[in-house]
């Protein structure tokens, strides 16, 4: 089982659920959204996505289409460990 999408700031080390980020419509463009840290309130640059196995954290590097669904992992927990790609 994977984790949900989850995020990490490196701004001021926050982690959490997608869900959790703050989100409004662009400035500049109305059609467009922004995405910030709940925590510091940095706007996006400092946020990165984190590996969907459970429990890690580090930043996903690679994103592979597998029978079980589309994983975003870190190179240590690339699907090709055990989890057949499709």
Known sequence: MTAPNRYRCYGCGWRGDEGDLLTAPSPFEPEDEIVA???????????????????????????TPTRTGYRRTCFTHRPDKGEEPC
Do not use: H
């Open 37 to 63: 840290c709940p925590n510091c309130k940095q706007v996006s640059d400092d946020l990165v996505r984190v590996c969907d196995e459970p429990g890690c954290w580090t930043e996903a590097t690679m994103g």
